[in-house]
């Protein structure tokens, strides 16, 4: 069984910065790409941000200039780096990523998601 467990959010003043983490577990054969999704309410799940194994990155439009994905493949863990917060920004954020658990057998998994709520 494969588990995304996510941390990092909260509330933040406008300008502010936040750090999300993702870390996956279980019977983990490889992680291919990972990524932040973010759904506000009323809204539909959107793309945030994703990463591949190698590193390449492709980071939505609208976050580009503020937030930066990241990630450690040794401890099979995600990083969103959010700076300069808006209230635009306030949603659940949701880890996702690409995991094959044995050589044939891939599919994308979700975690729980994480609060995040820009003041103003």
């Known amino acids: 069984q494969v588990q995304l467990v996510e941390s990092g959010g909260g509330l933040v003043q406008v300008g502010g910065s936040l750090r999300l983490s993702c870390a996956a577990s279980?019977?983990?054969?490889?992680?291919?790409?990972m990524g932040w999704y973010r759904q506000a309410p009323g809204k539909q799940r959107e793309l945030v941000a994703q990463?591949?194994?190698?590193?390449?990155?492709n980071v939505a439009d609208s976050v580009k200039d503020r937030f930066t994905i990241s990630r450690d493949n040794a401890v099979n863990t995600v990083y969103l780096q959010m700076n300069s917060l808006k209230p635009d920004d306030t949603a659940v954020y949701y880890c996702n990523a690409d995991i094959a658990t044995t050589f044939w057998a891939q599919r994308g998994y979700w975690g729980q998601g994480t609060q995040v709520t820009v003041s103003s």
């Open positions: 279980g019977r983990i054969y490889s992680i291919n790409t």
């Open positions: 990463i591949t194994k190698g590193g390449s990155t």
